[in-house]
């Protein structure tokens, strides 16, 4: 990757920002990233301390990125310079997890900010949009000029190093021992251990340095460091806050719209806060961390809207909802519900009426502001019919003419029945297990006359029931390895055009004759499977879609894992990549018109395991295996995307 990822203009202040990155594929992925929450910066990247503070002088970025895994030799000296020349800009330091008890007794107050590697695109596009957002002076993010003792040490615990800590202040010195990214020794004077650390975290004008540690790391600190650091750190504070210079408290007007934020990253709620704030000056805005919290707030004054995450630490957003519906008091609250957890999110859309709007992280915050002011606009925004329970199976429905805010997930249940439309886009997100598919925007309807109580024929053919469908799929995404080997794919029907090839020559004369297809409604398993799919006739021959096998790269992102993080590839332009692939089904009965016409064929979904190629020509059987998995579906119940992973 190039060091510049967009030019500089030579003309008009550029606003900037560094990342300090060794290894080129995580400079493109964290890259691009930026590039996506950090539209109007220019990212530049560093590959080592000396290309930083030289990229630094020369392009004064308001915000730095450190990516401190593997750690880096002397960073600690360079922070001290920074601090004096950049004492305005600020700092994202991507490691390992900082310990909770550290992360809740520090919140978001100190010059560095930290987030965990691998990370969550949500989690890091909160980050980049809070510390460059439109009240960047506020104190709770701090800047360089704030760099302290618990920034230096929380520095090093999330590069794993092993350093001792050098610290200053006035006459007075002291140590800190980090080995492997632990705390084992702290000295002061006559203090050492756990007095030494709170003594030394008062400490206000300090001058940091480091040095590697000789030899076997000292341990006079228990292992329970976290701990023992967050209880410092809070006898600390008070000293601290004391040189602090006094800010105006903002009072928000009573008589604007009242929202409650609940969300458990510190960021996130800053960033979403200052977004409403600045749109809606008059908006009285609530953030809290916890679940108990919030419906606690919700109860003390009842509020116009909440803005409510899916998983939280206490408990799910799917039981905030339904506390709120069991009392008259909050039973008419209509909430919002924000989360990158998508399959969760959105069956709790479908079960609960109260959530009238959904938004999938990442998010920008246009989409935001545009979506919270439609969503309080609404006069009547949810029946206070209360539903609790997962939807049983049922017909599927024509959709509503009036279309809503968000599309809910569907419950887990065979047949899911369509909630509204989504208008947001959804990026690329993490697969986790099993999970029934979400609805996508509706495909045109398919005409035909055929009542709910058409006679079905069922198809027990002599020489076999066999089928093979043919799709065409055009790719959304596609993911590498650490190895550039092929990992998932996400692609989306080319069309509603359908190809099937039957193994009963009796079946093939009597029912098909010589016809394309459209893809009907599927149902689903209660593992989010493929039970049955409907195959509609056209009465026309199939027009296959026009193969195209090159990819042209738009976009890279990181997709964390449980071992390595992947590469996600997304297409550019408007031709995007296709393929055909072939599914093993079963034809098990034939629904007729009153005219004894074929109406729909319905097959049962045999297996997981499908085929792919990108060559039309070639043999089915040379084609490569992938394990398919429905994303979403549209209006109609059909399928709208997929996730192929390949078989090895």
């Not at 080995?179 to 400490?203: D, M, P, Y």
């Not at 020559?505 to 493929?530: H, M, W, Y």
């Amino acid at each position: 990757m190039p060091a510049r990822s967009k030019s500089v203009s030579q003309s008009s202040p550029q606003r900037n920002i560094v990342l300090l990155e060794e290894y080129d594929s995580l400079a493109a992925a964290i890259g691009s990233a930026l590039n996506k929450f950090a539209p109007q910066h220019n990212t530049v990247v560093a590959h080592s301390l000396k290309e930083l503070e030289k990229l630094a002088t020369e392009l004064r970025p308001e915000l730095f990125v450190f990516d401190v895994d593997p750690p880096w030799n002397g960073i600690t000296d360079l922070l001290e310079q920074l601090r004096d020349s950049h004492a305005t800009a600020r700092v994202l330091v991507v490691g390992t997890a900082i310990p909770q008890e550290i992360t809740a007794e520090r919140g978001s107050f100190g010059a560095l900010q930290f987030i965990e590697k691998p990370f969550e695109l949500a989690a890091f596009g909160a980050a980049v949009q809070a510390l460059l957002g439109p009240r960047r002076e506020s104190e709770s993010r701090g800047t360089l000029r704030a760099l302290g003792v618990i920034d230096a040490v929380l520095l090093h615990c999330a590069a794993v190093a092993n350093v001792i800590l050098e610290v200053r202040s006035r006459s007075r010195t002291g140590e800190i021992h980090i080995a492997a990214g632990q705390v084992s020794h702290v000295e002061t004077g006559k203090f050492k251990g756990e007095n030494a650390l709170a003594e030394i975290l008062s400490w206000s004008k300090v001058d940091l340095s480091e040095q590697r540690i000789p030899g076997s790391p000292r341990q006079t600190v228990p292992p329970n460091w976290p701990a023992i650091v967050a209880e410092a750190l809070s006898a600390a504070r008070p000293k601290i806050s004391e040189r602090r210079p006094a800010q105006p408290e903002l009072i928000l007007p009573k008589a604007g719209k009242k929202i409650v934020v609940i969300d458990d990253t510190p960021m996130l709620l800053i960033f979403v806060e200052d977004v409403l704030a600045t749109a809606e000056p008059d908006w009285q805005i609530t953030t809290v961390q916890s679940a108990t919290e919030g419906l606690r707030e919700i109860e003390r004054g009842v509020p116009d809207l909440v803005l409510l995450d899916y998983s939280l630490p206490d408990f799910n957003g799917d039981e905030v909802c339904r506390r709120l519906l069991e009392k008259d008091q909050t039973a008419a609250v209509p909430v919002l519900m924000m989360s990158g957890h998508v399959a969760e999110m959105n069956a709790t859309a479908a079960r609960f009426p109260n959530v009238v709007a959904t938004i999938e992280k990442p998010f920008l915050s246009d989409a935001l502001v545009d979506l919270v002011r439609r969503t309080l606009a609404k006069k009547k925004p949810f029946a206070r019919k209360v539903v609790v329970e997962p939807l049983a199976a049922a017909p599927i429905p024509e959709p509503a003419p009036a279309p809503p805010i968000a599309e809910p997930e569907l419950p887990p249940r065979p047949v899911p029945r369509p909630p509204k439309p989504k208008i947001a886009p959804s990026p690329p997100r993490k697969p986790v297990g099993p999970t029934p598919p979400t609805l996508a925007p509706a495909q045109p309807h398919i005409e035909r006359d055929t009542p709910i109580s058409a006679p079905v024929v069922r198809v027990p053919p002599a020489d076999g029931s066999g089928a093979v469908l043919g799709l065409f799929l055009e790719v959304i995404s596609m993911q590498l390895t650490s190895q550039l080997q092929m990992g998932a794919i996400r692609a989306r029907p080319a069309s509603l055009a359908a190809s099937l090839r039957l193994e009963s020559a009796t079946a093939r004369s009597a029912v098909l004759a010589e016809t394309g297809f459209q893809l009907g409604p599927a149902q689903f398993s209660k593992e989010g499977q493929i039970s049955t799919l409907r195959l509609l006739p056209t009465g026309k021959p199939l027009q296959p879609a026009q193969m195209r096998n090159a990819f042209e790269i738009g976009g890279v992102a990181l997709i964390p894992n449980e071992t390595r993080a992947r590469v996600q590839l997304t297409p550019a332009g408007t031709t995007p990549m296709t393929m055909e692939l072939f599914a093993q089904l079963e034809l098990t009965s034939v629904e007729l018109t009153p005219n004894f016409q074929v109406a729909q064929l319905i097959l049962n979904w045999r297996t997981t395991s499908v085929r792919v190629t990108l060559n039309p020509k070639a043999p089915e059987q040379t084609a490569a295996k992938f394990e398919m998995r429905v994303e979403k579906i549209d209006n109609f119940g059909r399928i709208a995307e997929l996730l192929l992973s390949p078989i090895k």
